[in-house]
């Protein structure tokens, strides 16, 4: 009982963190090019990350290269890529339902490459999370304006981008059983940014990046520390300190998190459809993962 509070500081962080993301993207792509500021995210996480590892003397697992690799590509270039792209077509509220309740989904799927058994269980728990996914897409066509096909596009490109997450964290999964947390993100977060810095400079060639303005900065800034560098590091020293059952439990609130935040900051009001189709996404995922996050928490992760 003594250990509740930190649990809830934990989840509220990671839920303001992993929620505000969508809200300083927002306000970021709406300035300068998606891909640009990405890039410029991971950039400052990067920093931020690599003096973690030089003040803790951790180091990066250099040798464990190819696997984090493949993690840069799917996790930062793959969803940041077509996160944010999909962003600047799609309100917030949109990523804000689809993105947080796909993963545990896509992530359960993919798990079953490690030998994670799909149960009827999941498979029913898949089907309901589908079909909420659908109300939330087909919610956002409803006003019937010009701007829905763009929309559409959006929310597709934001599904690719949760299936891609998913993906990075399933190799992450098999990366953790013998390397730190810290040494792992510091290392995917670091091929990550070399592989957008091309990407980032197609449009501008980073050449505006002096104009920026003090709120694109802010956004930016936010992302790199806190969406990037503090919740990718806290979210797996919860799998450890508390089992992965627990510390999953924390994408059921990111999309509560984001709702507030973009009604409160940018003004965005969800349509019912689209809530109906959040809440039934939220069931599903919780069918199918019910099982699978017990088996997820036994192996051990060290930061």
């Not at 670091?190 to 060639?205: N, R």
């Amino acid at each position: 009982m003594r250990q509740a509070p930190i649990v809830i500081a934990v989840y509220a962080t990671l839920a303001i963190t992993l929620g505000g993301q969508w809200i300083a993207a927002k306000l970021g792509v709406t300035a300068v090019p998606a891909l640009e500021l990405s890039t410029m995210r991971f950039a400052i996480s990067a920093a931020v990350l690599v003096v973690a590892c030089a003040i803790t003397r951790t180091p990066v697992p250099v040798q464990r290269w190819r696997p984090i690799a493949a993690a840069a590509v799917c996790g930062v270039l793959g969803f940041n890529t077509l996160a944010f792209v999909g962003l600047s077509l799609t309100p917030a509220s949109d990523s804000a339902l689809i993105i947080p309740t796909t993963i545990p989904l896509a992530t359960a799927l993919f798990a079953t490459l490690i030998h994670e058994r799909l149960t009827s269980r999941k498979l029913f728990g898949f089907a309901v999370a589908s079909l909420g996914a659908a109300l939330v897409i087909v919610g956002g066509q409803q006003g019937g304006s010009e701007s829905s096909a763009s929309r559409l596009a959006g929310d597709l490109m934001e599904l690719g981008a949760a299936t891609a997450w998913a993906a990075s964290l399933t190799i992450g999964a098999v990366v953790l059983r013998k390397e730190t947390v810290l040494g792992y993100v510091t290392g995917m977060v670091l091929i990550g940014t070399a592989l957008l810095l091309p990407l980032g400079a197609v449009q501008q060639a980073y050449r505006d990046v002096p104009t920026w303005s003090a709120e694109t900065w802010l956004a930016a800034g936010f992302l790199g520390v806190f969406s990037t560098a503090v919740a990718f590091v806290l979210f797996f020293w919860a799998v450890h300190r508390y089992g992965a059952s627990l510390a999953a439990m924390v994408t059921y609130l990111t999309p509560i998190a984001t709702l507030v935040l973009a009604f409160l900051i940018l003004g965005e009001r969800p349509l019912p459809l689209q809530l109906v189709g959040g809440a039934v996404i939220v069931v599903g995922v919780r069918l199918a993962a019910r099982r699978s996050r017990a088996a997820l928490g036994q192996a051990p992760v060290t930061i």
